[in-house]
């Protein structure tokens, strides 16, 4: 089958029903894109497709089809995109990082639906995406924050 | 954990301060050029010369420090490098950042004496002796200059990485000096900078490894990738203590990418060309295991068993005047707290890639204990530690998990009959039900009151010893200095004072969790003070002000607190629920002062939800402002997703929690405003990785109990016991 990702398109002859997530990280090495529960309560795994947030870890590849696949690697050439990981670093929202990818994807399709959200829709947005390091406080004051640049 | 260093220690670093030189001069090192625009951010190799322990400078003036205290998330990475590159002279914009290799005589923790991250201990052992090495290094950089000009190295200046002589107006780079200045002999007794001269230390500089992170180029231990590597997944026993019985591999084998099964006493772990194949094949694995003698461990046994041992005798933690003499007669107050175990659950699960091969192992991970990585692997594999490389990344969390090495000695003895590189990566499920855990705590209090102020105390700290076993010569005369911390000494006078330590040790081996001992002490001392404080009809706060005359930074925290949280008001009204109430919490750990005022609406189902918490912290001497208030910040959170939702729980001697539907951690959605504010101090700097989570808990309980007029005694929270009766 072909991906579409990041722009680029990239062949694989993986199953059907291996979740995206393991295509990325194992099949081509684009180590970004976090596992993280595999049940898609965490959103470390977030990636987009055709711009909509969704976990990989839940996803099988077989059911991508033709739409595009955005990761983490590729969403700085998003204007949200770049907006979010400029706000995140002007603010420093990371501590260890290890969601923060997921914390970034699921933040950039907010700000593309939602050009200025509000704490509330900001909550309703990122409340599947956990961090452990607690950077929560941080999350809405970077979107906020990305949505005024 | 223990906080005093003891003197003796003091050697370990001075050692690695002073090594270097001509010795160890990296002259291997010249001219490897860092890889340009690299696609993938591997753990850096220092280039160019060392000038000791922690600093290499290259021709090209890239500045390498390689950083005894590891990144975990907590910000010492750039926190470190603050330190010597203060009294370096060079720009953060040059630092390379590296972690360092086990070698304890060098990055041994003067604190601990291993090489161990942890226990909010960084940069209370490590500004002194970072600082140092960095002035040293520049004391031979500017030696070098001057020999090559001819001139008094006293004149010269230092800035951005040049050197420059003012009467001149000569400059040289520090890469241009810097094979010769390695070369040179170290100064001893170097004067370090005037802190009124500080560019670095003490400002809310940016993080030096949050750009990678945020573009998803950084690689933690998770996502290495060597040549021909293989990947796996595995399963322990999952009652403890349990082996494996017979095996069918057949259907387990036959998934496609399925390579391998491998079997061992314990567990059984699938080898694959990805790990999903990995997971598939265990998924189709079908083992019968035998259970062992914990088939029978539940936990209201377990419950039942600490209670049981508090009642015996303790070992005396502290004594002043006769407490229990004291406590026979008069107005006495009496109240037990229990807390659960937990689990670290850092969202980079355990994972381990190995290699062993011609009687040699190469291990990729990310670890607080490199040294203990290097000897466990070995010990595992019958082999001299010496043979045993520990390539050490940035920690995707760990929160005291990786204090522990029991998954790398797991990955090790699978790797030993894997072909070539094997990555292991655990389940989510697997790697909670596999943790160690932090340990129930039983606390018992009693007190006895006279004029509205404790005149006796009696503390009973039961619990496991992480310390016997973790770091064995630090448990002494049967005190675990860990679990009694925030107890043995406490900032409020109660006059005659007993505390002593039972140790209860069940099946389960404990371990160090954020917040570590002073989470229970902590959180039984201020809860016990709430119910003296309402079962008397005073003020919690009017309460604990009268017994802080003697300990103004308390006083000082208390009083910071209850102004910028408006103590006194009413706790705002909330749509989640009618009940609301204040609670406050004040504690001295980790070399810290901090209070904290919670508010909390409760539901007439008992739910609790936490609308606002505010922290004042009395700190001392702050290296990064920014990464304080995000420690602060960050380890509410934490102790937040204790109070109201963290417990492990035994079953039939299986963990009953697997992932994040029923081990829940706090969403963005429960999350308050977090308001912290520091006290300006000019006392010795603090730890503050883990305070914000010990805090915030007993402040949550107190502001339920407000809310309620219930006092819960186990955590966490339990609705059921808050339920509005219909």
């Known amino acids: 089958m072909d991906l579409k990702i990041n722009g680029t398109s990239r062949g694989t002859d993986v199953p059907d029903q291996m979740p995206l997530l393991w295509v990325l990280r194992d099949v081509f090495g684009m180590t970004g894109t976090k596992f993280g529960c595999g049940i898609a309560q965490c959103g470390a795994c977030t990636v987009h497709l055709d711009g909509i947030a969704v976990r990989s870890c839940q996803l099988p590849v077989g059911a991508v089809g033709g739409r595009a696949i955005t990761t983490i690697e590729g969403i700085g050439e998003t204007p949200t995109g770049a907006k979010i990981q400029k706000a995140w670093l002007e603010l420093e929202v990371i501590q260890c990082g290890y969601c923060q990818p997921g914390q970034i994807m699921s933040a950039a399709a907010l700000l593309a639906a939602n050009p200025h959200p509000d704490d509330a829709a900001i909550d309703a947005a990122m409340a599947g995406n956990l961090c452990r390091c607690g950077t929560y406080v941080r999350i809405r004051e970077g979107i906020k924050h990305a949505a005024r640049t | ?726």
């Not at chain 2, 301060?17 to 010249?30: P, S």
């Not at chain 2, 419950?303 to 406590?327: F, M, N, Y």
Request: charged share 20%; hydrophobic share 45%.
């Open chain 2, 1 to 726: 954990m223990p906080h005093a260093p003891d003197p003796a220690l003091a050697a370990v670093s001075r050692r690695a301060l002073l090594r270097g030189g001509t010795a160890f001069a990296g002259g291997l090192l010249i001219g490897i050029a860092l890889p340009v625009a690299r696609a993938r951010a591997d753990e850096p190799v220092p280039t160019g010369t060392r000038f000791n322990a922690f600093v290499h400078v290259a021709p090209d003036d890239t500045v390498t420090f390689t950083l005894p205290a590891v990144e975990m998330g907590q910000g010492v990475y750039t926190s470190q490098a603050q330190c010597l590159a203060e009294e370096l002279d060079v720009g953060l914009d040059k630092v390379v950042a590296a972690h360092a290799p086990p070698d304890q005589a060098d990055y041994g923790s003067p604190i601990f004496v291993v090489q161990a991250t942890g226990g909010s201990t960084t940069t209370m052992a490590w500004t002194m002796p970072l600082r140092k090495a960095g002035a040293t290094a520049r004391a031979m950089l500017l030696q070098a200059a001057s020999a090559e000009w001819g001139v008094d190295a006293a004149g010269l200046t230092t800035a951005d990485g040049v050197i420059t002589d003012p009467a001149s107006g000569r400059s040289l780079r520090y890469g241009q000096v810097a094979n010769h200045a390695a070369g040179l002999q170290p100064p001893a007794g170097v004067k370090l900078k005037d802190p009124s001269r500080f560019r670095l230390i003490g400002k809310p500089v940016h993080r030096i490894d949050t750009p990678d992170k945020a573009i998803g180029k950084t690689i933690y231990g998770i996502d290495v990738v060597r040549p021909n590597m293989k990947f796996a997944t595995l399963m322990v026993s999952p009652v403890l203590g349990g082996k494996v019985g017979p095996v069918d591999q057949s259907k387990a084998l036959g998934v496609p990418g399925v390579r391998q099964v491998v079997v061992l006493d314990d567990l059984v772990a699938v080898v694959g060309d990805n790990t999903w194949a990995a997971m598939q094949g265990l998924a189709s694995l079908a083992v019968e295991w035998s259970p062992g003698t914990n088939a029978d461990l539940h936990q209201a046994q377990l419950w039942a068993d600490i209670e049981k041992a508090s009642e015996g005798a303790g070992v005396v933690v502290t004594k002043q005047g006769d407490a229990p003499a004291r406590l026979k007669d008069g107005t006495l107050f009496e109240a037990t707290y229990e807390l659960p175990f937990l689990a670290h659950a850092p969202m980079e699960m355990t994972n381990c890639t190995v290699h062993v091969h011609d009687g040699a192992c190469e291990i990729w991970v990310g670890t607080q204990v490199p040294g203990f990585a290097q000897a466990g692997a070995a010990k595992a594999l019958g082999i001299d530690p010496a043979k045993v490389t520990i390539n050490n990344h940035l920690l995707g969390g760990a929160f005291g998990r990786r204090l522990e090495v029991d998954g790398i000695v797991i990955a090790a003895r699978i790797a030993a009959h894997v072909e070539g590189p094997v990555k292991i990566v655990w389940s989510r499920e697997e790697d909670i039900r596999q943790e160690l855990y932090r340990p129930l705590y039983h606390d018992r209090l009693k007190v006895r009151v006279e004029n509205g102020r404790i005149t006796a105390w009696h503390h009973r700290v039961t619990g496991a010893s992480i310390m016997a076993r973790w770091l064995p010569p630090a448990f002494k005369n049967g005190i675990d200095v860990d679990a009694v911390d925030g107890a043995a000494k406490i900032p409020y006078a109660v006059g005659d004072m007993l505390v002593e330590y039972i140790r209860n040790e069940s099946v389960i081996p404990p371990a160090f969790w954020r917040g570590v001992g002073p989470n229970s002490s902590i959180f039984s001392i201020e809860s016990f003070m709430d119910l003296v404080a309402r079962k008397t009809s005073v003020d919690p706060l009017a309460f604990r002000r009268g017994m802080l005359d003697k300990d103004p930074r308390a006083l000082g925290v208390l009083n910071l607190a209850a102004e910028k949280a408006g103590w006194g008001t009413p706790a705002p009204a909330s749509p989640f629920g009618p009940r609301r109430g204040r609670g406050f919490a004040l504690m001295n750990a980790f070399g810290s002062y901090l209070a904290a005022i919670a508010d909390v609406a409760v539901s007439d189902a008992g739910d609790v939800r936490v609308t606002r918490v505010v922290v004042a912290a009395d700190v001392g001497k702050v290296i990064n402002p920014d990464i304080l208030l995000a420690q602060i910040q960050g380890g509410v959170v934490f102790g937040l997703s204790a109070v109201l939702h963290g417990k492990i729980t035994f079953a039939g001697g299986r963990v009953e929690q697997g992932n994040f539907n029923d081990y829940r951690i706090l969403r963005i959605d429960e999350t308050p405003p977090i308001e912290v504010h520091i006290a300006q101090s000019t006392e010795n700097a603090g730890g503050i990785g883990e305070p914000g989570t010990v805090i915030v808990q007993p402040a949550v309980a107190n502001a339920v109990f407000a809310a309620t007029g219930v006092q819960l005694t186990r955590m966490p929270i339990d609705p059921a016991l808050i339920a509005k009766v219909a």
